[in-house]
């Protein structure tokens, strides 16, 4: 269950990608990187997915629907179908090939990811989440993500989300389910 914790272990080579965006204005007032509109109309099925299914069906429609960064959207449509032993690899990946989008969204960096190997297991959501800021986007208090087995791919996609212009509780929902809470 824990295996996505192992990311800590291989995440230290980081590749430089540049970052783009596509649709209309986000709230940073650029362009949106997600279909604002279908996101909206989309994240109703959340509420009807089981458990097991909420966080593939939140990943799937993130980097279908919000496809900028391509780069990390390519990287985590990867961790979709991936048996839980390889998860860790592909999301240590997404990592290495997205160090801006890990940058923007974990405000200490690469040192988080380090530290995350030091601590036990319970300590690393919160650790997470208080080491990059998470409280920021507002999806899950540091009881909920010390619980989140993806955390790492909400935390990546949480500024893209954040910087669309469909509504916070969309927002909110989709990365919430990213997490496997609903």
């Given amino acids: ?14 590749a430089c990608k540049g970052q783009g965006g596509g649709g209309e204005g986000g709230e940073a007032g650029g362009p949106s990187p997600c279909d604002d509109g279908k996101l909206t109309e989309v994240a109703g099925a959340l509420d009807q997915a089981g458990p097991d299914q909420r966080a593939p069906l939140a990943l799937r429609m993130a980097t279908e629907l919000c496809p900028e960064p391509a780069g990390l959207a390519k990287s985590l449509q990867k961790l979709d179908a991936a048996p839980p032993d390889m998860r860790a690899m592909l999301m240590a990946r997404a990592v290495q090939e997205n160090p801006d ?7 200490g960096g690469l040192k988080v990811l380090q530290t995350l190997a030091t601590v036990a297991p319970d300590r690393r959501g919160p650790l997470l ?3 990059c800021d998470l409280a920021r986007f507002d999806f899950a208090t540091p009881a909920e993500a010390a ?9 990546l996609y949480a500024p893209v989300l954040q910087a669309s212009k469909a509504p916070a509780a969309v ?3 989709v990365l919430r389910a990213m997490v496997g809470l609903k």
Avoid: F, N, S, Y
Wanted: aromatic share 12%; glycine share 2%.
């Fill in 171 to 173: 927002k909110r929902k």
């Fill in 1 to 14: 269950m824990r295996v996505l914790w192992t990311v800590a272990l291989v995440a230290g080579l980081w």
């Fill in 129 to 131: 989440w208080e080491r």
């Fill in 147 to 155: 619980k989140a087995d993806l955390l790492i791919p909400a935390v």
């Fill in 101 to 107: 989008a890990w940058a923007k969204a974990c405000r």
